[in-house]
Each structure stands twice: as structure tokens, then as C-alpha cells.
């Protein structure tokens, strides 16, 4: 099984920065892409960053040249770095792994971001 445990999320004014982790614990798997996503209510949950085990990354348009996801393989760790936020970027920020498990996508318990204007 795997566990995934994120941090970081808070509230914070406009232009300011966060910077979210999502650390992956069990045995006995490995993993491929890691990824965050976020939702709000009424909304579905939508990709916005994604690491790939060679570290090749996608963002979505709205964050780009804003947020910067990476990586730490040793610690099973992704990370979302969040800079010049907006009020739209509020929301519930999820983690998601791709595992060599069956089900292969895990998702974390979502962290509250809230961006005051």
C-alpha cells in the first residue's frame, strides 16, 4: 500500500508564495509520474503540474512560469513551488502518484491553498 502525506498548504496574499510537498511511504513499489492537481468546489479537479521519473514536467497555462514541480526519488517526495499566486489560485491541492501497484494512481488527502487579493 502507499501513503502519501502532503504539507505546505496555508493562506497567503496575493504575490506571495507557497510551496506544497507530498512524500510517499509503503514498500514494495515503485514510481513513474508524480503530479499535483487542485479543485474547487463545483469544478472538476484539474492537472496542474506533472514530473516524470526522468524529470520531464508539464504544466498547465495558468500556472506556467509561476509554479515549479520536482522531485526527490530517494525520499518519494514531490514538490509544488508556488510563486506569485492569484486569488484563482485557490483551492484544494491534491498529490498523485503513478505506482507499479495495481491500482496504479494514489492520491493524497488534498491541502487547503488560499490566496487573498
Known amino acids: 500500500q502507499v501513503q502519501l502525506v502532503e504539507s505546505g498548504g496555508g493562506l497567503v496574499q496575493a504575490g506571495g508564495s507557497l510551496r506544497l510537498s507530498c512524500a510517499a511511504s509503503?514498500?514494495?513499489?515503485?514510481?513513474?509520474?508524480m503530479g499535483w492537481y487542485r479543485q474547487v468546489p463545483g469544478k472538476q479537479r484539474e492537472l496542474v503540474a506533472v514530473?516524470?521519473?526522468?524529470?520531464?514536467?508539464n504544466y498547465a497555462e495558468s500556472v506556467k512560469g509561476r509554479f515549479t514541480i520536482s522531485r526527490d526519488n530517494a525520499k518519494k517526495t514531490v514538490y509544488l513551488q508556488m510563486n506569485s499566486l492569484k486569488p484563482e489560485d485557490t483551492a484544494v491541492y491534491y498529490c498523485?502518484?503513478?505506482?507499479?501497484?495495481?491500482?496504479?494512481?494514489?492520491w493524497g488527502q488534498g491541502t487547503q491553498v488560499t490566496v487573498s487579493s
Open positions: 498523485a502518484v503513478d505506482t507499479s501497484l495495481i491500482p496504479p494512481i494514489h
Open positions: 514530473i516524470t521519473s526522468g524529470g520531464s514536467t
Open positions: 509503503g514498500s514494495r513499489f515503485s514510481i513513474d509520474a
